[in-house]
């Protein structure tokens, strides 16, 4: 019998599924479900990796610490494997963490420290980042992981994900990526351009996210864009982009929910509604391969995206949500 010594060793091969799509007779549309992954995303792959290398290359050590400013998801894969590889980790997180996500944290053995003050455009990515930098130099041995620039953030997408779908699918037409700190779409889309040379990579961000030039504002819902434009992104063979708003974002998540039984987080559903927003008004002549990602799972978010309350607030903020609860 083969057993495995901890859970956290089952990253990866994840199921890759398809989704009926009636009103788009010629998309073959396929999707990763991320959230098979031992603490429920995506990011597992890259916390996994990343401190994987870093232990082996001899950069980091037992008395390291780990220093990472995260909205969630990372956050929690980071304290996970830190914990398991027997590491000091130091969350840089903000207000906007939800409940769930700070005790997962917590309960991992990490130390959270949770910046108060906005940046200059309103969110709390900046602040985090400058804040991650005064420990940085602080602690005398510590190691700031830095989502945003590390290239073992991107390596580890491309030979674990990209690697995966490329073995999966025969043939990707197009691929749909949700952009936050940049890394998955960075080493999705180079390891399937080398494969598929014609695949079209859409990234898919949403408003209020400088990353693809437009005005920042406030968002509500984490997992996806950003108030800077991630510096791993130079690396990105991004075909197109599609904005996708946040009322069709939360529209997306309960139509995934009610049509096809996936319990998913936001950047989910606005890569779905990307999807449909992208091919709208396109003719397709021929049948096409579409994949997407869905990062992480709904529970993540069942008191934001999944609460009455939650949009009740965001009702009075941004008009326009026509969904049941």
């Known amino acids: 019998m083969l057993i495995t010594p901890s859970i956290l060793e089952k990253v990866g091969n ?10 788009f007779e010629n998309i073959n549309l396929f999707t990763k479900i991320e959230a098979y992954n031992p603490t429920g995303s995506v990011k597992d792959r890259a916390a996994s990796y990343i401190l994987r290398k870093l232990l082996d290359s001899g950069e980091i050590n037992q008395e390291t610490t780990i220093i990472e400013s995260t909205s969630g998801n990372f956050g929690v894969a980071l304290s996970a494997y830190c914990k398991y590889y027997g590491l000091p980790f130091i969350a840089v997180v903000d207000p906007y963490i939800t409940n769930i996500n700070e005790m997962l944290i917590r309960a991992n ?20 980042v400058q804040k991650v930098k005064e420990l940085k130099q602080e602690i005398a041995n510590s190691y700031w992981v830095n989502q945003y620039e590390n290239p073992l ?3 580890a997408y491309y030979q674990s994900l990209g690697k995966e779908l490329c073995f999966q699918i025969e043939e990707i037409d197009y691929i749909f990526l949700g952009v936050s700190s940049g890394g998955t779409i960075t ?11 014609n695949a079209q990579v859409i990234a898919v961000d949403v408003e209020g996210s400088v990353i693809f030039g437009s005005e920042s504002r406030k968002r509500f819902i984490p997992g996806i864009g950003s108030s800077m434009r991630p510096k791993i992104l130079k690396n990105a063979p991004i075909d197109d982009f599609v904005i996708v708003d ?3 974002t939360v529209n997306a998540c309960y139509e995934l929910l009610e049509k096809h039984n996936f319990f998913v987080g936001g950047s989910s559903g606005s890569v779905y509604a990307a999807v449909k927003r992208y091919f709208a008004d396109r003719k397709l002549s021929q049948p096409v391969n579409v994949v997407t990602i869905f990062a992480d799972r709904g529970e993540r978010y069942f008191t934001t995206i999944y609460n009455k309350e939650w949009l009740d607030n965001i009702f009075k903020i941004r008009k326009g949500f026509p969904v049941s609860v």
């Open 14 to 23: 994840t199921p890759l599924v398809s989704i009926e799509m009636s009103e």
């Open 109 to 128: 053995g990490a130390k959270l420290v949770k910046v108060q003050n906005p940046d200059s455009r309103g969110g709390y990515l900046l602040t985090r």
């Open 187 to 197: 080493g999705v889309s180079q390891k399937i351009k080398e494969n598929f040379p």
């Open 153 to 155: 953030n991107a390596r």
């Open 246 to 248: 946040e009322v069709s």
